[in-house]
Nanobody, 121 residues
Framework: VQLQAFGGGSVQAGGSLRLSCAVS????????MGWFRQAPGKERVFVAG????????LYAESVKGRFTISRDNAKNTVDLQMNSLKVEDTAVYYC???????????????WGQGTLVTVSS
């Protein structure tokens, strides 16, 4: 499976961005999908994840109420709608596919290339 993330950019604090991840290959619906981020000088961390059907969803505490993850198994895509962005949301965002839910970085099986989100004050 191959993943390609896009939709990053620069935005002022309080603004919104929508990230998308297109997944090629077979059996997209067999994977749990997640978004992770890595801020400059920091480790990569979990942001949001969804189970195979989209019915199970988890968010990091830092983004709860502001970010929304969704997947479309017909289109092989997983999106991350980010609202009320904060300066501390600045990071490279990665989509990933895995087998385990809840998900952890070590068990994710495939990663997208990352897309940069910059939030300015």
């Amino acid at each position: 499976v191959q993943l390609q993330a896009f939709g990053g950019g620069s935005v002022q604090a309080g603004g919104s961005l929508r990230l998308s991840c297109a997944v090629s290959g077979r059996s997209f619906s067999n994977y749990v999908m997640g978004w992770f981020r890595q801020a400059p000088g920091k480790e990569r961390v979990f942001v949001a994840g969804t189970g195979r059907s989209g019915g199970s969803i988890l968010y990091a505490e830092s983004v709860k109420g502001r970010f929304t993850i969704s997947r479309d198994n017909a289109k092989n895509t997983v999106d991350l709608q980010m609202n009320s962005l904060k300066v501390e949301d600045t990071a490279v965002y990665y989509c990933a596919a895995g087998s385990n839910f809840p998900m952890v970085i070590a068990t994710m099986r495939a990663w997208g290339q990352g897309t940069l989100v910059t939030v300015s004050s």
